[in-house]
């Protein structure tokens, strides 16, 4: 059974940063692509990264790209997403996802 647990998610001014883990069991971690994704309130889910098994190749979102990087430590089974100069936008729940299966979420709030 596909199990993800998000943490990481907090408070934290525009302009702040924060990195998001993803623990991951009950799948071979290190052969499958990984993604991000989160929700607005009262706004369906955005697409916001994906990376690859090896993390050799990633992909962003138009909204996110160039503030935010999306990696994996397959040794660790965990997948990250590091997120700099933050904006009030960027204010979701977010959560990691493999196929159609994601995990309980972790709320990033971006306010002054």
């Known amino acids: 059974e596909v199990h993800l647990v998000e943490s990481g998610g907090g408070l934290v001014q525009p302009g702040g940063s924060l990195t998001l883990s993803c623990a991951a069991s009950?799948?071979?971690?290190?052969?499958?692509?990984l993604s991000w994704v989160r929700q607005a309130p009262g706004k369906g889910l955005e697409w916001v990264a994906n990376?690859?098994?090896?993390?050799?190749?990633?992909n962003y979102g138009d909204s996110v790209k160039g503030r935010f990087t999306i990696s994996r430590d397959n040794a660790k089974n965990t997948l990250y997403l590091e997120m700099k100069s933050l904006k009030t936008e960027d204010t979701a729940m977010y959560y990691c996802?493999?196929?159609?299966?994601r995990g309980q979420g972790t709320q990033v709030t971006v306010s002054s």
């Open positions: 996802t493999l196929g159609a299966s």
């Open positions: 009950g799948f071979i971690f290190s052969t499958v692509v």
């Open positions: 990376i690859n098994s090896d993390g050799g190749i990633t």
